[in-house]
């Protein structure tokens, strides 16, 4: 039986953190428990699982249904969108068996992109190596998820283009059926017609989906902050998203609106995520300063998800933050070692925090 290899490229970078992260995870396990009760994609379909932050990395090669077992999903700092597809087409390469004068190899590949973000690094050398080389041996489709995808980027070298703007879970899990079917489709219209260039279907995507429009995206959609805990020294996650100014999000007392470069908007708190130590292994530069925001344009505080301190914002003089109880008016900075006094910013006091990459 001839393979149908399907490759899920994943974007894992910071700004995912939270629920989209763990939809992710969980579309995964809904995708393989509902292809497993579909005799033609038990027969056909092989699975790999490729995700990308700052760093690339495939974390499941092609595996037939039974032996495919859904990954932990990392995280990272960056979008590397041309390292991802470079290291899809060296899969490619490597994993999908050719036709030869002896033998049929593997159908054409089927490849499901799925990025929230836009690219921190340079795709053009990728992009020219797709279309002059892989464009006709694989199906690509590329799904912007939420408003600030960069499908622009993506329209370059795949097929098809679309956004998911779902709001919760269910949303999400309509978008997996829509996965699920079309694997089915193509597996068994592949079998029924035995032809190579057959388009997968976007049947009933719209009930999910819709044609991505080009909005530009921008490194200032988001402003991801990495912090650690002062108490066992390990790390989390500030999320923070770009907002448009309106006077009923600041806090009361706050005589001046934050300056963020742009006056009008500023930075409001989604969540703080405990991670692990994995993440710098898929970030890119995070232990060097790459931008910083003005303190003053963040609204929203959290606790330390670590260890239940207060505040997750406390900030040394090297830029980085880290957890404090509120009460001790010394402290000890996790990052830098420094022994530092604590002292309560004033009202219009300006700081510059490092970010990551996004």
């Known amino acids: 039986m001839r393979r149908l290899p399907i490759f899920l490229v994943l974007d894992v970078s910071d700004s995912m953190a939270g629920e989209p992260l763990q939809h992710l995870e969980q579309g995964l396990e809904l995708l393989i428990r509902k292809l497993r009760q579909d005799p033609n994609a038990l027969e056909t379909v092989f699975l790999s699982v490729i995700a990308f932050a700052g760093k690339v990395q495939t974390l499941v090669p092609l595996l037939d249904l039974p032996a495919f077992y859904p990954p932990r999903l990392p995280l990272g700092s960056g979008t590397a969108l041309g390292d991802a597809l470079m290291h899809l087409m060296d899969a490619i390469d490597t994993q999908v068996q050719p036709t030869t004068p002896e033998r049929k190899g593997d159908w054409k590949p089927l490849v499901y992109l799925m990025t929230d973000g836009k690219p921190t690094d340079d795709c053009r050398q990728a992009v020219q190596r797709w279309q002059q080389q892989y464009a006709k041996r694989a199906q690509l489709?590329?799904?912007?998820?939420?408003?600030?995808?960069?499908?622009?980027?993506?329209?370059?070298?795949?097929?098809?283009?679309?956004?998911?703007?779902?709001?919760?879970?269910?949303?999400?899990?309509?978008?997996?059926?829509?996965?699920?079917m079309s694997v089915r489709s193509q597996s068994i219209r592949v079998q029924q017609h035995g032809k190579e260039d057959l388009p997968i279907s976007l049947e009933k995507a719209e009930n999910v989906l819709a044609p991505a429009?080009?909005?530009?995206?921008?490194?200032?959609?988001?402003?991801?902050?990495?912090?650690?805990?002062?108490?066992?020294?390990?790390?989390?996650?500030?999320?923070?998203?770009?907002?448009?100014?309106?006077?009923?999000?600041?806090?009361?007392?706050?005589?001046?609106?934050?300056?963020?470069?742009?006056?009008?908007?500023?930075?409001?708190?989604?969540?703080?995520?405990?991670?692990?130590?994995?993440?710098?292994?898929?970030?890119?530069?995070?232990?060097?300063?790459?931008?910083?925001?003005?303190?003053?344009?963040?609204?929203?505080?959290?606790?330390?998800?670590?260890?239940?301190?207060?505040?997750?914002?406390?900030?040394?003089?090297?830029?980085?933050?880290?957890?404090?109880?509120?009460?001790?008016?010394?402290?000890?900075?996790?990052?830098?070692?420094?022994?530092?006094?604590?002292?309560?910013?004033?009202?219009?006091?300006?700081?510059?925090?490092?970010?990551?990459?996004?």
């Open 141 to 180: 489709i590329a799904v912007g998820l939420g408003e600030h995808a960069a499908t622009g980027v993506l329209s370059q070298f795949a097929d098809h283009v679309l956004s998911y703007n779902g709001e919760d879970s269910a949303d999400f899990y309509r978008f997996i059926e829509w996965m699920t």
């Open 213 to 358: 429009e080009d909005h530009p995206g921008s490194d200032e959609d988001f402003a991801i902050f990495v912090g650690r805990c002062q108490q066992r020294q390990t790390p989390y996650l500030l999320k923070y998203e770009r907002i448009l100014l309106a006077s009923s999000v600041f806090p009361e007392g706050r005589s001046e609106m934050p300056a963020t470069g742009e006056s009008q908007y500023c930075y409001r708190m989604t969540g703080c995520y405990p991670i692990d130590e994995t993440y710098f292994d898929w970030s890119i530069a995070v232990n060097e300063v790459e931008s910083q925001v003005d303190f003053q344009g963040l609204i929203g505080q959290a606790s330390c998800p670590h260890c239940g301190n207060v505040s997750a914002l406390g900030l040394c003089a090297c830029g980085r933050l880290f957890c404090v109880d509120g009460t001790s008016t010394t402290a000890s900075c996790p990052w830098c070692k420094q022994q530092l006094t604590m002292v309560p910013m004033e009202t219009n006091e300006r700081f510059d925090i490092v970010r990551s990459l996004g």
